[in-house]
């Protein structure tokens, strides 16, 4: 029998996680920053082999929710429909759902010479059907997709944030559309606007162009934020971490304090993403309470801000593990993998003090 060792994130106070159903949490409105941090440590006794069976197989909208006060921000993927069951069957629970993700590309004059504005790809992934249960489910719910800048090159981007009219208009061409498809808002995901490479480049040639640089990206979010909101449009801006951890007793600030209160102010709330490699088993500090604790810090622990991670569990051979296994050796496990082992007798779930990880190991 092959044994194997399964690896999970622990749950925190002020970030949870579903199955392929990211819930991502804001603070609660009116806490003081001490609240909040004596709030936000590991509760690793809240996951039991018992709880993460009753949750995937019982889980009714009657059930009290795990945290309560807390604002959820769901996101599904087009690649696990099965989070659009269970978004539909815990729609009372779910403040915000963004279902898919749009794309954002330049668009040119007829003479294919000049950007005059953008347009908008992935009409077809508009789930009609989905949107209408969520609504009847909980009419207060709002649907805010992801509207990703991804095709913007260095070039279009340095471009782009020094006309103001065309931030105005792409603003505008965003909100028609969320407007003309019935959506209540949108997450605003443009990584390109805030390039460390861009602005590395241009401070390599005269320091003063990465100032400048840098003030137009900033002007440009903002711009971006006011247009949607003035629309009537809920306004979500979606980034990565502005702190980046050497380790947990040292870290560097991408981005300088003034940011976040100017960011704050454009958009209805700022979401903090993390990606797939900041969990990966040797990355522990990026699931860390400081880590946590540094981005609250960074955003004034703003009620506006959401922080949420991508959970992901990862195996590998359990004689391979107590070798103290290689990075290379971890693989991704998906759900439902992982509730096959849970469900046999031998399998043990206990929690790594040191990792700040839950593992599920079966002989």
Not at 46 to 72: C, G, R
Not at 102 to 124: A, H, L, S, W
Request: net charge neutral; hydrophobic share 40%; aromatic share 12%.
């Amino acid at each position: 029998m092959i044994r194997i060792l399964l690896l999970a994130l622990s749950v925190f106070s002020l970030v949870s996680s579903t199955e392929n159903l990211g819930k991502i949490s804001v603070l609660p409105k009116g806490s003081t920053a001490e609240v909040l941090i004596d709030q936000l440590k590991n509760q690793p006794d809240l996951i039991t082999k018992e709880s993460i069976l009753a949750n995937y197989e019982n889980m009714t909208p009657d059930e009290p929710p795990l945290f309560t006060n807390i604002t959820q921000l769901v996101f599904l993927s087009d690649y696990a429909p099965r989070g659009n069951y269970y978004a539909e069957k815990n729609a009372k629970r779910i403040n915000y759902v963004s279902f898919t993700h749009f794309i954002v590309v330049p668009k040119f004059d007829e003479y294919e010479m000049k950007m005059d504005n953008v347009r908008v790809v992935g009409t077809k992934l508009i789930n009609q059907t989905l949107i209408q249960n969520l609504r009847k489910a909980n009419p207060n719910i709002k649907i805010v997709p992801r509207f990703a800048c991804s095709k913007f090159t260095p070039d279009i981007v340095k471009m782009f944030v020094k006309t103001e009219w065309l931030v105005q208009r792409s603003a505008q061409t965003i909100a028609n559309y969320c407007r003309e498809h019935g959506f209540d808002g949108v997450v605003f995901d443009c990584p390109t606007l805030l390039s460390k490479g861009i602005i590395a480049e241009e401070r390599f040639f005269e320091d003063i162009h990465a100032v400048d640089l840098y003030r137009n990206m900033l002007e440009t979010l903002e711009q971006v934020g006011n247009v949607i909101r003035k629309n009537g449009l809920i306004a979500i801006f979606s980034m990565e971490p502005p702190v980046h951890l050497i380790s947990l007793e040292s870290e560097i600030f991408l981005l300088p304090p003034q940011f976040s209160r100017s960011v704050m102010n454009a958009y209805d709330f700022v979401h903090i993403w993390t990606d797939g490699n900041s969990n990966r088993p040797m990355n522990h500090q990026y699931s860390h309470d400081r880590f946590l604790e540094k981005i609250m810090k960074f955003f004034h622990y703003s009620p506006k801000l959401l922080v949420g991670f991508t959970f992901f569990g990862h195996k590998i051979p359990l004689d391979e593990y107590r070798k103290g296994g290689s990075e290379k050796k971890w693989e991704l496990i998906e759900y439902r993998s992982y509730l096959k082992v849970l469900k046999k007798d031998d399998a043990v779930l206990t929690f790594n003090e040191v990792n700040k990880e839950h593992e599920l190991t079966s002989e």
